[in-house]
């Protein structure tokens, strides 16, 4: 477990980078540390209104400006200079302005990634099928999006904080990520007698696991298992967002800063069916990968990661960011 120093909301810049302990009401914000192997769930960035403190997040109604809770959030802090400040709050503003949804289809995704890693073993024919998931991943998540939210840009907390820096020509760095296939190798093993392995029941005796590691073997799980843990993880989702914010969740109230109306889509999607054909999918490029005569001809996605913000996890933020400095833990 980190431990940090504590600092004052004195301490606090416009651009700060804060990064949220998993809140022990919410059980998707469980199963992110979880899969992230990490404490931490939330991300946002700190702005400002006159003298009023307020934090720019993207929250599951959508991004948007809120008060800065009673929480204690890590903070992370990419030294800006003034020209450097003013288009990081440009971009801050923009996506509040433009009322740019949450990208629900990119945390399913995210998150069936992260199940497949997280409990397959470390095989070569594993990780050459992953990098075909990446693949699918994006395809899926850009056809949804752009379906449900034409023009806009959906995000989730920690892909709304890369973005804005990303914006500001000051991307962030990472010397690697929580969706890289070797992130982490030492994983839990959970056995319940002859009860199947499902996210929830890993949740309910599931300590955090911050940035340390367990030594066990490493568990395969068979298709009926894998079919559970994602429609759990699809439930938790769904739950959180059909109950609202809950006692001891941030507060509902929000600040505007424009007038203009919401360009929210109409169309509501049922994310649960889109895992049969992202499997299937899968299935059918991991019969591919059984000819050995294709497997050279895979190569890993192009592209540096500080040109990404799918894959950025609020765990990135937290532990992998190369090039930011880390401040400290808020203390009211």
Known sequence: MITEKRIGIENLRVGDILVFPAPEGSKLSQAIALLTDSSVSHAALMYKIEDELLIAESTLEGIRLTPLPDEMPFIRRYHLNAEELNKLL?????????KTDYAYIDLVLLGILLVYKKFSKKT?????????LEYIARLLAE???????KGKNPMVCSQYVAQCYLDAECPLKFNKMVVDWDYSTKLLKRTRGNDRISLITLLGDTPYLSNTRVESNVNM???SEESEIFNDFIHLIKSEKNAGIKKGARKEQHVEISEQP??????ILDLSDLVAPAREIANSLNLILTDKSVVNKIHPMNGSYEKEVFFVTPADLYLNCSNVEPIGQLSF
């Open 90 to 98: 440009n971009s801050i503003e923009y996506y509040i302005q433009d």
């Open 124 to 132: 070569l024919t594993n990780k050459i099928f992953y990098t075909f």
């Open 221 to 223: 799980l068979n298709m």
């Open 143 to 149: 056809t949804v999006n752009n379906l449900l939210s």
């Open 262 to 267: 919401s360009m929210c889509g109409s169309e």
